[in-house]
């Protein structure tokens, strides 16, 4: 029972149930007994009702309801459940102003209300559409092991205990990456599953420690028949969930392009504000940060947001603390008002440096430019931020208009395949250890392994990645290198972690390629949701906490001895 009103003596109830609300009447008239019992009812309480369907009175017509043109004329009335006074309203407006920790406490009261209620349903219906999908393009759904080995390469993982064979652990799958690759070599061809995965991460808005992926691998496959698969199924998701049609093919765009435009390899293109490359400008500069950058090799980037003059100190010391979250030093400026340039660095530039840079700019007034000067990649990341950052004051100023509902897929393709690990202090994989090279890049595996291109894309909307995958690597020669001789895994570790792949890779792998996308944070931007938790049942909080149920939580000494396991907790 959703609310109660008592009007007269004749009692109206709001029943809700998952398809809406229908209002019931009791009338005394009709029968006393019933009316006065329906009056003591408690909200949330869980009632059979019995009556007749007949039209509202033409006063009473609700429209903003599917059923606000007709009432339940209630003749039974049974008490199945009587609830408590909830702990807080069950209501949309109200409930979204309640702590989330008392919500995520109360889960399966928040779940009542009707916005969780169309967000769970939504998720439904994008899990069915991708299932339609795929079961009409010849893709079989095959589960896979939640119980597998260590591969400590990746993020941290979730380790069990095997009390069968003591001292040793099973690890909770990050993904199900190399099974799909041994489905491929079985002569499955086409693989789908919504798989279960598990990463000990801190957590925020867009992560939790358990979380599912739509997972898909195919054989005999190109990059090319991976986007024109993968568009497909977005395609039948966004119809099948939202009625909206997308547009295909996706626009590409290369990881490099990608930095140098927008400072991230999963750029928002909803808005223009991108970075231009400066160090042509400076490349004979007196200022000695930018000089000393360059002669290093180095990047200086400038980026300039229109009409973000009129930036407060205190914003201003808010993005001087982001860029140096990324490693910048401080955050170089330039104001542009009344005609003139106003920032502590403008005195070190020439007059031929600050022409070249108004030109390449269009600087004029209102303006406020950013800089970055550090290693490349860096220096496009710092401004990256910047530019995110800038966007959301420009849309407090109602100088920059973002529509949700604008759908701007992008594939970013051509990542490097290894990245040089300086704490490691050796190469290793971009994405994974199983990614193949571009062809026309694998001579210069031994030469030069950071100028490779790995076929690896991702499907970025709108500033987030929706999903990454890749062709792999199917011959056994050239992934034995990867992992000896370009990222160094000693050979007695290859074997334990890999051996089995190598061998069944002997046995006539075929070329294949796939993709995983996170599929809770597509339903959160499905259902316009910029957290996660929202579009799961049950999640966890930032800590990894049920608050529901109180997990983690400790367990019987018995146990411990049963799995050879001691505790020892940090000192406080």
Known sequence: MDSLRDHGGIVFIDLRDREGITQVVFNPTDDRELAERASHLKPES?????????????????????????????????????????????????????????????????????????????????????????????????????????????????????????????????SPQQFKQMLMVAGVERYYQFARCFRDEDLRADRQPEFTQIDIEMSFVDREAIYATMEGLIQRIWKESLGVDVAAPFPRMTYTEAMNRYGVDKPDTRFDLELTDAGGIFEKTQFKVFQSVLAAGGAVKAMNVKGLADITQGELNNLTEVAKSFGAKGLAFIKVESGEWKSPIVKFFSEEEKAALAKALGMEDGDLVFFAAAEWERACSILGRIRLESAELLKKRDRLTVNEGDYRFLWVVEFPLVLFDEEQGRHVAAHHPFTAPVPEDAGLLDSD??????????????????????????????????????????????????????????????????????FDRMVAILNGTRSIRDVIAFPKTQKGQCLMTGSPAPVAARQLRDLHIDVTLPKE
Do not use: C, W
């Not at 007949?54 to 429209?63: F, L, W």
């Not at 899990?127 to 893709?139: E, I, M």
């Not at 990454?468 to 570790?493: A, N, T, W, Y």
């Open 449 to 518: 392994p950071k100028a490779v291109r790995g076929q690896h894309y991702d499907l970025v909307l709108n500033g987030v990645e929706l999903g990454g995958g890749s062709i792999r690597v199917h011959q056994p020669d050239l992934q034995l290198k990867l992992f000896k001789d370009i990222f160094g895994i000693p050979e007695d570790v290859i074997e334990e972690r890999f051996g089995y792949m190598l061998r069944a890779f002997r046995h006539g792998a075929p070329p294949h390629g796939g993709i995983a996308f996170g």
């Open 46 to 174: 869980v009632i059979a009702v019995g009556g007749k369907v007949g039209p509202r009175p033409p006063e009473t017509v609700n429209p903003r309801l599917s059923t606000g043109e007709i009432e339940v004329h209630g003749n039974e009335l049974t008490v199945l459940n009587v609830s408590e006074t909830p702990p807080f309203p069950i209501d949309d407006a109200l409930g979204d102003k309640v702590q989330e920790d008392l919500r995520l406490t109360y889960r399966y009261l928040d779940l009542r209300r009707p916005k969780m209620r169309r967000m769970l349903a939504l998720r439904h219906r994008a899990a069915h559409a991708a299932r339609s999908y795929f079961n009409d393009n010849g893709f079989l759904e095959v589960e896979t092991p939640a119980l597998f080995k260590s591969t400590p390469e990746g993020a941290r993982e979730y380790l069990v205990p095997s009390r069968i064979n003591p001292g040793q652990f099973y690890a909770l799958p990050q």
